[in-house]
């Protein structure tokens, strides 16, 4: 038996959604046995799947094939986990992803005040 790539990325909670998995796998973020991987790819047992998720990449070796939805404490079986610990989270990074400060259309300069508050947000 072999399952498609995406369909197995879902199916194991790498993914929520099928089409996240193919997108993934389109951008070049999961690789297979060391190659960037398509979608329609077929596994096979003991294929070895890399997962990039921002900056940690899961690594994991496929132990069962499924292409059914199975509930969330069974979806572990599917592979072994051999990933490194994820990274500890950057405190400037969550800065970065902070959104501007921004003001409304046609509420013309900012009062003094108005600036200083958004002084305060700016680093």
Not at 11 to 27: D, I, P, Y
Not at 41 to 68: F, M, P, S
Not at 69 to 74: F, N, S, V
Request: aromatic share 4%; proline share 11%; charged share 40%.
């Amino acid at each position: 038996m072999a399952v498609r790539l995406d369909k197995w990325l879902q199916v194991a909670r790498m993914f929520k959604t099928r089409s996240q998995a193919t997108k993934a796998c389109q951008l070049g973020r999961v690789r297979v046995n060391g190659a960037r991987a398509k979608p329609h790819r077929l596994l096979a047992v003991d294929d070895r799947v890399e997962v990039e998720k921002g900056d940690w990449t899961r690594i994991l070796v496929v132990r069962e094939l499924q292409d059914r939805p199975l509930p969330k404490a069974e979806a572990p079986r599917l592979y072994r986990d051999e990933s490194p610990p994820p990274p500890a989270p950057d405190p400037l990074a969550r800065w970065a992803r902070r959104p501007a400060a921004t003001r409304d259309r046609g509420l013309g300069r900012p009062t003094k005040k108005e600036r200083r508050d958004l002084d305060r947000l700016r680093p």
